[in-house]
């Protein structure tokens, strides 16, 4: 996706496309840097992606079923032990 996203800004840029539609329903999420990445093509200010991210657990049984190694970053993990 990283790659798809380089190519379409690119294209939209180099032929002057002034709008584009992007159409994310029935989309059930997935890789959240993916979103960031996103929005950045569309805006040319710095923004916060989040304010607040909370989670009420550092390990979920769900992710034994996914293709990739999954574990909470390490501020997560930290802020979790320092109580925040």
């Known amino acids: 996706m990283r790659e798809f996203f380089l ?3 690119t294209t939209l840029h180099e032929k002057n496309i002034p709008n584009l539609i992007v159409d994310v329903r029935n989309n059930g999420g997935g890789e959240d840097d ?4 996103l929005f950045a093509y569309m805006t040319s200010e710095p923004f916060p992606y989040y ?6 657990k550092l390990s979920f049984e769900f992710a034994k079923y996914s293709p990739r190694p999954f574990s909470m970053p390490e501020d997560v993990k930290k802020n979790n032990e320092e109580g925040r």
Request: aromatic share 8%.
């Open 34 to 37: 993916l979103g960031k990445r």
């Open 7 to 9: 190519d379409v800004f």
């Open 51 to 56: 304010r607040d991210l909370i989670v009420n």
